[in-house]
């Protein structure tokens, strides 16, 4: 890292460790008011400011309010985050921050004897925790969270096959490989422009964690069915969920953000699906959902959660969230829930799903759900997938988590109607 980056470095971490907008907004707006900065730049920058806040408890720890010392806080990212000696920037310190940093590489073993320092989690996330893990599968979810995610891609089957697709993408990037569970998904280690990528701009192609993948699946959508998308958000399952159907069939993609609905409507386009018709409600309660009431063979509620699932993507999560933003998304989980029960027929499923790890929001929101609602009972996920010949046994639940799976943390229940 050279001097310039060290500076818009240390301009990015004071505002982004304030924790007042995602890290990822923090940095495209950066980007975009300086627009002169070149590739090798821009990487330098993203990876120094993500490298601060996957170790952001050490830096917290070893500096009082780090977004009002960000070129310390920067430097700091480089010792701990991305393995740089303090010999290799010793041009660019003064004497005060060799100091710091000799210091900040001394505390070694006291940040290793610390559960939230050796697992990079805050206090509040590691309390949550400590209610249901013990202190060795706390430091190992933290570890598997504090590593950067692949790149995951799922192949629109409207318009190719991964066997055919996966070749001519391992000609170009040796490192892309299919991924282990579902039979849709490529795996790239090594990130590329995909937004640029012939096959993705023809709609071959699309961004998705395989765990997503997984959940289209589980739906089990048919062709001719009337499928109900209750928080589609930007659409990523719902566009698999409509390849699934082939076409056929018709899906409802339900949100309450306009902006959300309006960044799915290209991607339909691209992705050559006509069965998807999304729509803007204004909650859960919304009139308009009334009239699919009892009429939908399948309804996914991928339901607003913590998303401490993907941590490995969004780092700055665990610092956005509290317990009680937490509390607050469980109330709402379990209306949703709720109104999107109505709108299941008889033997009709209705499959819940969050990117969360905490079981507050998973299987126990599950459980209070059936004891609230007796005409519906579990569907066995592992059977489900088992059908489908993917060799996933993570019991009645699926549950992802990146340390087994290398996939985002990932829950999804499957509930059908007497």
């Not at 960000?70 to 921050?97: C, F, H, M, W, Y």
């Not at 082939?246 to 386009?269: C, H, S, W």
Request: glycine letters at 6%; a neutral charge.
């Amino acid at each position: 890292m050279n001097a310039a980056q060290l500076d818009h470095t240390a301009k990015v971490l004071a505002e982004m460790l304030t924790f007042k907008q995602p890290a990822d907004a923090v940095l495209s707006a950066y980007f975009r008011e300086h627009k002169k900065l070149g590739r090798q730049d821009r990487h330098e920058i993203a990876e120094t400011a993500f490298a601060a806040l996957r170790h952001y408890q050490k830096i917290s720890t070893a500096l009082r309010r780090p977004h009002a010392q960000p070129r310390k806080a920067a430097l700091a990212a480089l010792v701990l985050g991305r393995s740089t000696n303090i010999s290799q920037i010793k041009d660019l310190l003064d004497e005060e921050e060799t100091e710091f940093l000799g210091n900040l590489k001394a505390r070694k073993t006291e940040f290793s004897d610390g559960l939230n320092t050796a697992a990079e989690l805050p206090q509040w996330l590691v309390e949550q925790l400590q209610q249901h893990w013990s202190e060795e599968e706390i430091l190992a979810f933290g570890r598997s969270i504090n590593q950067p995610a692949p790149l995951d891609i799922r192949v629109n089957t409207l318009k190719g096959k991964r066997d055919k697709v996966l070749p001519l993408l391992q000609a170009e990037s040796a490192d892309a490989e299919a991924t282990p569970y579902s039979p849709w998904g490529i795996r790239l280690k090594n990130k590329i422009a995909l937004n640029k990528h012939e096959l993705f701009l023809d709609g071959t192609l699309e961004v998705q964690d395989e765990g997503s993948q997984l959940l289209a699946l589980l739906v089990g959508a048919k062709r001719g069915e009337i499928i109900v998308d209750f928080c589609a958000g930007a659409g990523g399952k719902t566009l698999a969920v409509g390849a699934q159907m082939a076409n056929k069939g018709r899906i409802y993609a339900f949100d309450i953000a306009e902006k959300r609905l309006a960044n799915l409507k290209p991607r339909m386009t691209r992705a050559g699906l006509t069965n998807i018709h999304p729509e803007r409600i204004s909650s859960e309660h919304d009139t308009r959902i009334a009239r699919l009431a009892g009429k939908a063979d399948r309804v996914l509620v991928d339901a607003p959660c913590s998303g401490l699932g993907t941590l490995r993507r969004n780092p700055d999560l665990k610092y956005r969230q509290s317990s009680e933003t937490v509390a607050n998304l469980l109330e709402q989980q379990h209306s949703i829930l709720d109104a999107a029960s109505k709108l299941v027929k008889t033997q009709g499923r209705l499959v819940y799903a969050t990117c969360s790890v905490l079981p507050e929001e998973n299987e126990l929101q599950v459980e209070r759900f059936l004891s609230e609602h007796p005409e519906f009972e579990p569907v066995n996920c592992a059977e489900l997938l088992a059908g489908l010949k993917i060799d996933l046994d993570t019991g009645k639940y699926l549950r992802l988590d990146s340390a087994k799976h290398q996939t985002d943390g990932f829950f999804a229940a499957v509930l059908q109607r007497k």
